[in-house]
């Protein structure tokens, strides 16, 4: 029988999507593998795992076929009797001591991929890769999925969500620093192909940018001006010099333009936002010392500067 909490996750999911009864909420025992056996064949369905970044996933929204999945992991709905039975005095114990936590992450979580979804049934569809090189398409993917993350995390009540949503993620900017300087100087070193290198940078530089979309998103909803500074603990940190400072101001101007996930369509705004921010993380990346580029039918990928390196 459905828990309390599993019927409000459904209401929740029903409040958000113009087609309730084309999406199902899945409780996953293994949560990786439950997205895996949903996910078309092909080299993302082979590599896919659940670490991002500093984190692991939470959650997946996936299309299948005519209806839409939210992956959820199972053992976030388990109750402290079904432990108990198990024999798991201490887990049960747990389950109790967290269980308004643990009510509020998954109602959150939902709510959040529940825009995933109702975006997915208005008809948005990723931008459009015809005709673009590697390095472009690999900009302009990157850009529409922070977009859409972006987009979803505006659809979050403020009632949700923590304080620590409006800082900076500094822990996933010193990882993300951290495996560059690993994939750069130590991978690449090993296996000297040029194309894996391109894509360990971008893999790794992808979660935190997605981390400060997702900050944008908060203090947008929590109505804080743009360009309203950080506090003075997170801006003396290299995470911010270093990783974010140049580009934040431009970053945020471009996500805050954006519709709010009930202004439905892939609208002229969305578009041009995907270019706008592929550009970006162009220059980006460029100033944490890697350019890559397109050039005529090839692409090439240069570590211009180890200034950013450990």
């Not at 039975?85 to 109602?107: C, D, F, P, T």
Request: aromatic share 8%.
């Amino acid at each position: 029988m459905p828990t309390p909490l599993m019927l409000a996750c459904c209401a929740a999911i029903g409040g958000v999507v113009p087609e309730p009864n084309k999406v199902f909420l899945v409780l996953a025992g293994n949560l990786v593998e439950s997205i895996k056996s949903r996910l078309p064949m092909g080299q993302y369905r082979n590599s896919f795992d659940d670490e991002r970044g500093a984190g692991i996933l939470a959650a997946k929204t996936l299309n299948v076929g005519e209806d839409i999945h939210i992956v959820l992991p199972a053992g976030l709905f388990e109750l402290p009797e079904a432990a108990r039975e198990a024999g798991s005095i201490e887990h049960a114990r747990w389950l109790e001591e967290s269980a308004e936590w643990r009510e509020l992450h998954v109602k959150r979580t939902v709510l959040h991929e529940a825009q995933h979804a109702a975006m997915s049934q208005a008809g948005e569809k990723s931008v459009s890769l015809e005709g673009v090189g590697w390095a472009r398409g690999t900009f302009l993917s990157l850009a529409d999925t922070v977009i859409d993350e972006y987009r979803a995390e505006l659809g979050v009540p403020e009632q949700y969500r923590e304080p620590f949503e409006t800082t900076l993620p500094i822990v996933e900017l010193d990882a993300a620093r951290n495996a560059m300087t690993r994939i750069a100087m130590v991978d690449y070193q090993s296996h000297l192909d040029v194309g894996l290198l391109a894509q360990d940078i971008v893999a790794a530089v992808q979660h935190p940018w997605k981390a400060l979309g997702n900050v944008a998103a908060a203090r947008r909803v929590a109505g804080i001006a743009m360009g309203t500074p950080f506090s003075d603990e997170e801006t003396v940190t290299d995470a911010w010099s270093l990783m974010v400072e140049p580009h934040w101001l431009k970053f945020e101007q471009i996500l805050r333009n954006l519709p709010q996930p009930a202004e439905k369509g892939y609208t002229y705004q969305v578009r041009h936002a995907v270019e706008d921010l592929a550009d970006l993380f162009a220059e980006w990346l460029r100033a944490y010392g890697f350019l890559w580029r397109d050039v005529k039918d090839n692409s090439e990928f240069l570590i211009e500067s180890t200034h950013l390196l450990l």
